[in-house]
């Protein structure tokens, strides 16, 4: 299957601080790609769809302006998890889309805010 | 939105029995249908998935099945493994979005 990559695997920041997170297609072209939010022991929580050159659309209760999101490219998306605070510590899961609809994932980065 | 919900959040089998695993789903629109099974701290993987203009699909010992009418489709792994324990999520999409289910923990006990 197609290979998406995602970095950091971890990240560990401060409180007030901004991360970056980065979603790769490596090996196709993915028009659409999705970030996912999850806690422990639970399911994958649609945060938003990003699509390539547009504004990423956004899931009821996903505030756009503390997670923004950036599609520059056909194979690469951004999660900015921005004045980051303790309660957004969690697993992110990006996924990228194919032409045949299906979707691959990342490996995720977990992200501890102190 | 979509709103798909799966049962039962966990399930435990002896190794060589089946295990079913069903999920539900709101929006009339959805026709592809995906599962996946996500290991402890790693990425979900896609094991199966079916599309709206099939009624079921099999793949060794695992099988989906799929009744638009209803709006639910199921999970089957036959002759379960201890290396089929793990999570597994089923997901729905209309083609954009995808929505995913609550997720089931199975343990194949040897």
């Known amino acids: 299957g197609a290979v998406v990559s995602q970095h950091p695997s971890r990240v560990i920041c401060k409180s007030g601080t901004s991360v970056k997170i980065e979603c790769r297609s490596l090996?196709?072209?993915?028009?659409?790609m999705f970030w996912y939010r999850q806690f422990p022991k639970q399911s994958l929580m649609l945060m938003a769809t990003s699509n390539e050159g547009s504004k990423a659309t956004y899931e009821q209760g996903v505030e756009k302006d503390k997670f923004l999101i950036n599609h520059a490219s056909l194979t690469l998306s951004t999660l900015t998890v921005t004045s980051a605070h303790p309660e957004d510590s969690s697993f992110y899961i990006c996924?990228?889309?194919?032409?045949?609809?299906?979707?691959?994932f990342g490996p995720g980065t977990r992200l501890t805010v102190l | 939105g979509e709103n798909v919900e799966q049962h039962p959040s966990t399930l435990s089998v002896q190794e060589g029995d089946s295990a079913v695993i069903k999920c539900t789903y709101s929006d009339s629109a959805s026709n592809y249908f995906p599962w996946y099974k996500q290991e402890l701290g790693k990425r979900p993987q896609l094991i199966i998935d079916i599309r709206s203009n099939v009624g079921e699909k099999k793949d060794q010992r695992i099988a989906v099945t799929l009744n638009k009418t209803a709006k639910h489709f199921s999970l089957h792994i036959t002759e379960t493994q201890p290396e089929d324990s793990a999570v597994y999520f089923c997901?729905?999409?209309?083609?954009?979005?995808?929505?995913f289910g609550t997720g089931t923990s199975l343990t194949v006990i040897p």
């Open positions: 996924s990228a889309r194919d032409s045949t609809a299906e979707q691959f």
């Open positions: 997901a729905a999409s209309n083609g954009n979005q995808f929505y």
């Open positions: 090996d196709f072209q993915a028009t659409t």
